[in-house]
């Protein structure tokens, strides 16, 4: 069974062994409203922990997707750029954005539980 942890910028991570799956929160999705473009980072990329490794765009505003963890691209969900309305509909399941050999293990133990974030996005509501 995979552990899930949050982001204070409203990334999620579901973790396999040593792979992290990311995309952005259902707080996040509703916040930006309908998304019309997604881009991802290119498989093979080194990202350093909370840099920027994706864009999300919505009719409302664009936003960097950050990544929680160091490590490197493994793969990315093409799905989700062919379909970026697709992100609203699952943000935390089927429309993930990317997943990434983590380098860092103990950079998790910095991310929320499902509780902890569900109160920090009540209280930053944007």
Do not use: C
Request: proline residues 4%; without cysteine.
């Amino acid at each position: 069974m995979s552990e899930k942890k949050y982001s204070k910028k409203h990334e999620w991570v579901s973790i396999e062994g040593d792979i992290a799956t990311v995309g952005i929160t259902n707080h996040a999705a509703n916040l930006l409203g309908d998304i019309v473009f997604v881009e991802l980072p290119d498989k093979g990329k080194n990202v350093e922990k909370e840099g920027q490794a994706g864009v999300v765009e919505s009719t409302k505003a664009a936003s960097d997707v950050y990544t929680p963890v160091t490590g490197e691209i493994t793969e990315t969900n093409k799905s989700i750029v062919d379909d970026p309305a697709a992100v609203n509909k699952d943000p935390e399941g089927t429309s993930w954005f990317f997943k990434i050999k983590i380098k860092n293990k103990s950079e998790l133990n910095e991310l929320m539980n499902k509780t902890d974030y569900e109160k920090f996005a009540k209280e930053n509501p944007n």
